[in-house]
């Protein structure tokens, strides 16, 4: 690149008149021809890299921490990107069939709960928060988790179930939804993540 | 206010909320042929907004045009390719 511009010397004080090019005419040929084969394989690889990829690892498996990785999820699949969204530890609950149809919101330790934490931490209150929700959710017009799995699932996001969390909660691969993925692990996923544009961890 | 359109199909989505107008928006333009223009009648305020970046994000689709009404919000989404 720097030899493109022909340099001025202190002894000559002028520049070198251009040279004549000394090609040979079947090696400008050849040199021709790579160029054009790398801007090709250039082009092949913008092509290849359009469909745009998201990876979410969900491990939160409380009623509203549900709601966010399957929102984007199923909104990213509208949007035609390749979506995974890999589900360990409590985060695994919302794949559960039978368990995210019931899964709670904690009373405790949330600060924008209307009783103080002494009160939320008394039995029964977990339940109480997670109905005032429900109900919420419901004059909302908001889809229920079961809604959005089904829908992610249609449109074609890829929902993983960590395998070594299947095992370690003694849950069972029928448990989960029909179209879960399961038998992957962290390797999968971070398989997923070095080419995506967007990871999350929820 | 009112758009004349040659709607193909009416999405109906009133009462949902994020992200069904855009993922069901999505359903019904992928079974549309090219040419052919939704139209998408929402009471969500957020679908204006989303509506919007989901057509820029996406290709083959056109937004047309979006109208406000009384908690009404109505999309028409051109099917390009």
Same mark, same amino acid.
């Given at each position: 690149?720097?030899?493109? #511009?022909?340099?001025?010397?202190?002894?000559?004080?002028?520049?070198?008149?251009?040279?004549?090019?000394?090609?040979?005419?079947?090696?400008?040929?050849?040199?021709?021809?790579?160029?054009?084969?790398?801007?090709?394989?250039?082009?092949?690889?913008?092509?290849?890299?359009?469909?745009?990829?998201?990876?979410?690892?969900?491990?939160?498996?409380?009623?509203?921490?549900?709601?966010?990785?399957?929102?984007?999820?199923?909104?990213?699949?509208?949007?035609?990107?390749?979506?995974?969204?890999?589900?360990?530890?409590?985060?695994?609950?919302?794949?559960?069939?039978?368990?995210?149809? #019931?899964?709670?919101?904690?009373?405790?330790?949330?600060? #924008?709960?209307?009783?103080? #934490?002494?009160?939320?931490?008394?039995?029964?209150?977990?339940?109480?928060? $997670?109905?005032?929700?429900?109900?919420?959710?419901?004059?909302?017009?908001?889809?229920?988790?079961?809604?959005?799995?089904?829908?992610?699932?249609?449109?074609?996001?890829?929902?993983?179930?960590?395998?070594?969390?299947?095992?370690?909660?003694?849950?069972?691969?029928?448990?989960?939804?029909?179209?879960?993925?399961?038998?992957?692990?962290?390797?999968?996923?971070?398989?997923?993540?070095?080419?995506?544009?967007?990871?999350?961890?929820? | 206010?009112?758009?004349?359109?040659?709607? $193909?199909?009416?999405?109906?989505?009133?009462?949902?909320?994020?992200?069904?107008?855009?993922?069901?928006?999505?359903?019904?333009?992928?079974?549309?042929?090219?040419?052919?223009?939704?139209?998408?009648?929402?009471?969500?305020?957020?679908?204006?907004?989303?509506?919007?970046?989901?057509?820029?994000?996406?290709?083959?689709?056109?937004?047309?045009?979006?109208?406000?009404?009384?908690?009404?919000?109505?999309?028409?989404?051109?099917?390009?390719?």
């Amino acid at each position: 690149m720097s030899t493109d #511009n022909p340099t001025t010397t202190a002894e000559d004080g002028k520049a070198e008149p251009e040279s004549e090019p000394e090609f040979d005419p079947a090696e400008l040929q050849a040199l021709r021809e790579r160029v054009d084969e790398l801007e090709a394989s250039v082009a092949d690889s913008d092509g290849a890299d359009d469909q745009k990829r998201m990876t979410i690892i969900a491990t939160q498996g409380s009623f509203d921490m549900a709601y966010p990785p399957l929102i984007l999820a199923s909104t990213a699949a509208a949007f035609g990107w390749d979506v995974v969204v890999f589900h360990t530890f409590w985060g695994l609950d919302i794949l559960h069939e039978e368990k995210s149809k #019931n899964l709670k919101l904690s009373a405790v330790g949330n600060p #924008n709960m209307p009783v103080p #934490n002494a009160v939320a931490a008394l039995p029964g209150m977990d339940r109480m928060a $997670t109905r005032m929700m429900q109900k919420k959710i419901d004059e909302n017009g908001t889809a229920t988790i079961e809604e959005l799995i089904e829908l992610s699932l249609e449109t074609g996001v890829d929902l993983q179930a960590c395998q070594m969390t299947i095992e370690l909660m003694d849950y069972d691969e029928d448990d989960f939804y029909d179209g879960v993925t399961t038998g992957v692990g962290a390797a999968t996923a971070l398989q997923h993540m070095v080419d995506a544009d967007i990871q999350l961890l929820v | 206010m009112s758009s004349e359109y040659d709607t $193909t199909e009416t999405l109906d989505v009133k009462g949902q909320s994020c992200p069904m107008p855009i993922v069901k928006t999505k359903q019904a333009i992928d079974g549309l042929e090219a040419g052919d223009v939704l139209e998408v009648v929402a009471t969500d305020s957020g679908s204006m907004s989303d509506i919007q970046g989901w057509a820029a994000g996406t290709d083959g689709v056109e937004l047309l045009e979006q109208v406000e009404g009384d908690d009404l919000y109505t999309h028409y989404v051109k099917k390009t390719a």
